[in-house]
């Protein structure tokens, strides 16, 4: 049972673009909601993280939107560049201390 | 401050073998995590260490597959024998250990396993 779901599994934009990358979760008891960046032949790397006591967090060209209600949440990225082509793992964590990840999204941005 | 490495990046090896990946966490984490992807998967939690003592090993797929970490320093993940279906890359996490709240994990490189 994936408890995890992520959408799209794949996106092609062009730079400038926004693209938007949605997760779904189904456990209520998850408190701390990551995303994760990886380059080809690098491990994952923390982008962005959300506490579900907020709807919001940006940093940078990074934004996620928390719906706590929906239980989704999503990343946008602003303004994107050829350099933010890479594979996005949303994840979810909780009194368990282990990840729940999504199965990823490989983004393309093209010049 | 070096990250976590993993040795060795790449494997290939026949049905039936031995294999044995090992983990070098950040030095004072505590914690350490191996997770696995399969090809076209979600990267899936197989086993947590705090320190020696094995957390949490719930995610180990079958008794093939044995971690240790010796003295609470590095680790190793050894597959004996080896399966077609046990193919994909394994990744080892540390973090700090603060008990109720999350701290960052950080990943290595992973090792790729071929499993012919």
């Known amino acids: 049972q994936q408890q995890v779901k992520q959408s799209p599994q794949s996106l092609i934009v062009q730079k400038g673009g926004i693209p938007i990358i949605n997760c779904a979760y189904e456990n209520t008891a998850f408190d701390y909601f990551p995303w994760y960046q990886q380059f080809p032949g690098k491990g994952p790397a923390l982008l962005i993280a959300?506490?579900?006591?907020?709807s919001e967090k940006k940093e940078g060209r990074f934004t996620i939107s928390f719906n706590k209600s929906a239980k989704q949440f999503s990343l946008h990225i602003m303004d994107s560049q050829p350099g933010d082509s890479a594979t996005y793992f949303c994840?979810?964590?909780?009194?368990?201390?282990?990840?729940?990840f999504g199965k990823g999204t490989l983004l393309t941005v093209n010049p | 401050e070096a990250g976590v490495t993993q040795f060795p990046s790449h494997s290939v090896i026949e049905k039936g073998q031995t294999v044995t990946l090992r983990c070098d966490p950040i030095s004072g984490h505590d914690n350490l995590y191996w997770y696995r992807r399969v090809m076209g998967k979600e990267i899936k939690f197989l086993l947590h260490f705090v320190k020696e003592s094995k957390q949490d090993e719930s995610g180990m797929p079958n008794n093939r597959f044995l971690a240790e970490r010796t003295g609470g320093t590095y680790s190793t993940l050894k597959v004996q024998p080896a399966e077609l279906e046990d193919s994909g890359v394994y990744f080892c996490?540390?973090?700090?250990?603060?008990?109720?709240?999350?701290?960052?994990?950080?990943f290595g490189p992973g090792t790729r396993l071929t499993v012919l």
């Open positions: 996490a540390s973090s700090l250990l603060d008990r109720g709240r999350y701290n960052e994990q950080f």
């Open positions: 994840a979810v964590w909780g009194s368990n201390y282990k990840l729940t």
């Open positions: 959300i506490r579900p006591d907020v």
